[in-house]
Each structure stands twice: as structure tokens, then as C-alpha cells.
């Protein structure tokens, strides 16, 4: 029986007991560090991706807004456009209206002035009615000529009469009693052209259905007239 005597060393184990130790509790610190910035690391890339997304939906929204201004800026310029197109039709049919106007005009002038030397002393050349706004409201116009050789002016008067229906009974207004505005005096002095015109109003009830028109002529006696027209057709 061999016998072996080894050296007590106590300190030496603690040593190795303490190193183990340190080496576990230096694993497991190395372990929960390792965790805890794995964490912090995660965070962090979820804070960015929140922050870019933040950013993306700030990003739409400015564009949103963008956008609305322009629909808003085209559907003002639509509007003004639409506005502009109406004014210019509105524009058009007032400028045909007024050519129709003035080529009525013309032609009621044309006949106007085809006179004949033959025709000597004042003569009713033009009788128009127009009718206006509002019951019974018309304008007039009349148009007296005068070819004389010698040059002599044309002095006298007219006298008119508008013949129509009241309550059933026949009825005979004068010029006076219709007059709205215009013509002050039916008294004429004019050596080739006069003109009469302005508006009537024909009272409540009374169907206009002729105009008698007289012209007394102070420089000649033979040279007085009268002319009796149908109303309608006097109307433009």
C-alpha cells in the first residue's frame, strides 16, 4: 500500500471557486447587456421607422393640401370662364338685337326719303310703334318731309288720333290724353326733315285698332292731308 501525501491548499480553491463565480456572474452581465441594448436597438429602428412614417404622412398631407388649392384654383378658373362664355353670348344676342334694331331702321328711313318732287309741301314719309315694358306702353315715331322747288319751309301741325274699343264701345283718343313722353307740341316749322317721336301709354281697357294722323299745312291750304293706318300693322 502505497501512501501519497499532497499539500493542503485552501486559498488556491477559493481562488478557483471565486474565478468560476466571477466567470458565471460575467456571462450572465455580458448575457442581460447583450439583451437590454438588443432592446435599446430595436427601440431605436422602431422610433425611425415611426419618424419616417411621420414624416411620409406629413409629407401627404402637404401634397393633399397642394392639390386641394389646385382643384380649388381650376374649378375659379372653370367658373370665370363659364361667366365669361355667358357674357359673351349674352354680348352676341344683344349686338344681333341691335343690328335687327338698326336694319329695321334703316329700312323705315329708306322709305323715308323715297320722295318725288311731285310730292311738294310736308308729307308723312314714316309711322312706327314699338311695343315696351308694361301694359298698354309703346314708342312712336314720326317722320315729315318737305320737297319744295322754292325752298319755302313747311310751317303747320298735326293732329292724331288713336281709334280702338273701350268696355265694348268705340272710342276715339287724342294725343294728349295718351302721351307719356317725347314730343311736347305736334306744331311743326322745318324746311326738309322733322322728326316726332317718344312713348304712349293707352289707358285701361282700350284695344288700339287705328291711327288717324292730320296734317294741316299753313303755307298752303291745298296742301293739308290725313291718313288713317292699321295698328298691327305699325307694330315691329
Known sequence: MKLIITQHRPV???????????????????????GHWKSIAEAMVSS?????????????????????FELAR???????????RAENH???????TEIAVLNQELDFYRNVVRTT??????????????????????????????VDR?????EGKLDIRFLGELKGEREAL???????SGTESLSFKFKHFRLFEGTIKMPDGFVPQQIHVAVTNKRRSKGSFSETYDWASLLN
Do not use: C, W
Open 12 to 34: 488556491r480553491r477559493i481562488l478557483v471557486v471565486v474565478g468560476f463565480v466571477g466567470m458565471a456572474v460575467l456571462a450572465v452581465a455580458i448575457a442581460v447587456d447583450y
Open 90 to 96: 349674352e354680348y352676341l344676342v344683344r349686338l344681333q
Open 150 to 154: 322754292d325752298d319755302r319751309v313747311a
Open 74 to 84: 381650376l374649378r375659379r378658373t372653370e367658373e370665370i370662364n363659364r361667366h365669361a
Open 117 to 146: 318732287e311731285a310730292e311738294s309741301g310736308p308729307r308723312l314719309k314714316g309711322v312706327q310703334l314699338k311695343t315696351l315694358e308694361g301694359e298698354g306702353r309703346y314708342s312712336y315715331q314720326l317722320v315729315l318731309t318737305n
Open 174 to 180: 287724342s294725343f294728349v290724353a295718351v302721351k307719356e
Open 48 to 68: 425611425g421607422n415611426k419618424r419616417t412614417l411621420l414624416q411620409e404622412v406629413a409629407q401627404l398631407h402637404r401634397e393633399q393640401e397642394d392639390l386641394r
